[in-house]
Nanobody
Framework: QVQLVESGGGLVQAGGSLRLSCVASGSISSISDMGWYRQAPGKRRELVAV???????KYSDSVKGRFTISRDHAKNTVNLEMNSLRPEDTAVYYCNAQMADTLYRYLEVWGQGTLVTVSS
């Protein structure tokens, strides 16, 4: 009964910016880690950025310094601000969360993805 819904994807020119958002909803008790992954054509899904409940963050080397992950705990959301976008950032971006439901069972949940296309 838990789902993640991403938004904010679209088409942007190289050097531009986009902000992705993900909201978790449903029978949630608490959320620990939230993160963003991406999958480009012909490649495996890879970690982009992750943040813990306490605020520690981890970024892929390819996005460090350009992307910023943040959370709004009250709204069960995670955002990804993407700056200085490059064509190689083109991918479907997926939101991921580790959480406990209202029966305190562990869940790892994925969103359906939002497409980011960066043109040269």
């Amino acid at each position: 009964q838990v789902q993640l819904v991403e938004s904010g994807g679209g088409l942007v020119q190289a050097g531009g910016s986009l902000r992705l958002s993900c909201v978790a909803s449903g029978s949630i008790s608490s959320i620990s880690d939230m993160g963003w992954y991406r999958q480009a054509p012909g490649k495996r899904r890879e970690l982009v950025a992750v943040t813990t409940f306490g605020g520690s963050t981890k970024y892929s080397d390819s996005v460090k310094g350009r992307f910023t992950i943040s959370r709004d705990h009250a709204k069960n959301t995670v955002n990804l601000e993407m700056n200085s976008l490059r064509p190689e950032d083109t991918a479907v971006y997926y939101c991921n969360a580790q959480m406990a439901d209202t029966l305190y069972r562990y869940l790892e949940v994925w969103g359906q993805g939002t497409l980011v296309t960066v043109s040269s």
